[in-house]
């Protein structure tokens, strides 16, 4: 299978931790990376090879997998953070590259 | 650092074949891969595909039949070509820098895209 699941939408307090799921069979194989999206903008990478972050990404962003699931979590949300995720891999077949469908994240 | 930068039209007519450019400054185009990536309005990321000066192109089947990804070192860019676009394929056009490998602590792969153009807006209408 080439497809990333995502949950559409996840809401989070201000200050408290949110998890973010991307599931899909490539990731049995290959580890996830993540891209933060916010309205007008680029993506941003925040978190790749798994759990690594990028220079300038807080370490309140951190990454995760297990099984065909990989997870980006955000400890203690700040406003800034309310954005669209996507997770991101390569097909099993390693030629393609797919996307999650993205999860709005909602910081209330 | 380096920074990429989409150029092109903004408009193009049902039909015809969009062009566009990314032009790679701080950088060369020699090393890494090059990807383009569309997001139609309000909808997610879509990867188009992607090339390296040392290998060839990789297409997203849905797109194969329409798409040529193209690299230049004397400029320092690389290019899409999209043939035959209609409506479906106006979108906010991404290109990026990939790379990857195989991590041999954990026996995985891992592909990700690290730096990113602003993105070009292109509407396909008459």
């Known amino acids: 299978s080439s497809e990333l699941t995502q949950d559409p939408a996840v809401s989070v307090a201000l200050g408290q931790t949110v998890r973010i799921t991307c599931q899909g069979d490539?990731?049995?194989?290959?580890?996830a990376s993540w891209y933060q999206q916010k309205p007008g903008q680029a993506p941003v990478l925040v978190i790749y090879?798994?759990?690594d972050r990028p220079s300038g990404i807080p370490d309140r962003f951190s990454g995760s997998r297990s099984g065909n699931t990989a997870s980006l979590t955000i400890t203690g949300a700040q406003a800034e953070d309310e954005a669209d995720y996507y997770c991101h891999s390569r097909d099993s077949s390693a030629d393609q590259v797919v996307f999650g469908g993205g999860t709005k994240l909602t910081v209330l | 650092q380096v920074q990429l930068q989409e150029s092109g039209p903004g408009l193009v007519k049902p039909s015809e074949t969009l062009s566009l450019s990314c032009t790679v400054s701080?950088?060369?185009?020699?090393?890494?891969?090059w990807t383009w990536i569309r997001q139609p309005p309000g909808k997610g990321l879509e990867w188009i595909g992607f090339?390296?000066?040392?290998?060839?192109?990789n297409y997203n089947p849905s797109l194969k039949s329409r798409v040529t990804i193209s690299v230049d070192p004397s400029k320092n860019q690389f290019s899409l070509n999209l043939s035959s676009v209609t409506a479906a394929d106006t979108a906010v056009y991404y290109c990026a820098r990939q790379w990857g490998g195989y991590d041999n602590r954990g026996g995985f792969y891992y592909d990700y895209m690290d730096v990113w153009g602003k993105g070009t807006t292109v509407t396909v209408s008459s």
């Open positions: 090879a798994n759990s």
């Open positions: 490539s990731l049995r194989s290959y580890y």
């Open positions: 090339i390296s000066y040392s290998g060839g192109p």
């Open positions: 701080g950088g060369s185009v020699i090393t890494y891969y």
